[in-house]
């Protein structure tokens, strides 16, 4: 595991909370839209020791109330992960996990095991072409294998029944996204705690070039669909 990023103080990524967000390496999805490509490999540079990060926090301790561990994957540091965010909830801090929900054995032992305080779960798009818009699942992809759906809905399944507070949000992206998909997300994750739509944004870091953002009135529309099912269902960080 590789601490490859750290943003010190943020009011937006732990709803309610002052926090600190730490990147870790390594991802197990190629999302064409991605916009932290540089955290995707092993080959990320490492930014600080895990020392070195609890000495950061044990420092803010008092001004910070949460950490938010993101990544790239985390779950992809089963046993690394649980010793981090065991270590920082022992400062006091609050700890949200931030997972593609591909690995749902690890999501639910994190979270059983009193590690986790809060879960943000990707739902990338409609269940019909997940693998494609995870960037998995074909021949010229980089990871091999095949694409487990099963797993992205049982992690959500688990996480709608209540065992950790939680949201699920999908990044909306022009020639990916169009109102089908939020027929069948509303469908999938009817009744959930949080949903947000979100906008997409160039990082000028994005895996794959080429890609735009919706306007908020065509966010909008896309909202209408999914309160169907999930009435409380919000646009997060979209203002044009």
Aim: proline share 4%; with cysteine; hydrophobic share 40%.
């Amino acid at each position: 595991m590789k601490i490859c990023g750290l943003q010190k103080t943020t009011l937006l990524d732990y709803p309610g909370k002052v926090a600190a967000t730490v990147f870790l390496g390594g991802c197990n999805f190629r999302c064409p839209f991605c916009h932290n490509t540089d955290l995707l490999t092993g080959n990320a540079p490492e930014l600080m020791t895990t020392e070195e990060l609890l000495t950061f926090l044990k420092r803010r301790q008092g001004i910070l109330e949460g950490v938010c561990i993101t990544g790239g994957e985390p779950t992809l540091w089963p046993e690394e992960a649980a010793d981090l965010m065991e270590r920082i909830k022992e400062m006091g801090y609050r700890v949200k996990l931030d997972t593609n929900g591909y690995r749902p054995q690890v999501l639910k032992d994190l979270c059983s095991h009193g590690v986790v305080d809060y879960v943000a779960m990707d739902i990338k798009a409609g269940r019909w072409h997940y693998a494609e818009v995870c960037g998995i699942g074909g021949p010229s992809r980089e990871l091999p294998g095949s694409f487990l759906l099963s797993a992205i809905e049982e992690s959500a399944a688990w996480l709608m029944e209540g065992h950790v507070s939680y949201e699920f949000r999908t990044t909306t992206v022009k020639g990916i996204h169009d109102a089908k998909d939020f027929t069948d997300i509303a469908a999938w994750i009817g009744g959930c705690e949080r949903y947000f739509i979100q906008g997409f944004v160039d990082s000028g870091n994005v895996l794959k070039s080429g890609f735009s953002a919706y306007k908020r009135a065509e966010l909008d529309e896309f909202l209408n669909i999914v309160k169907t099912t999930v009435p409380n269902a919000e646009i997060r960080g979209v203002d044009y």
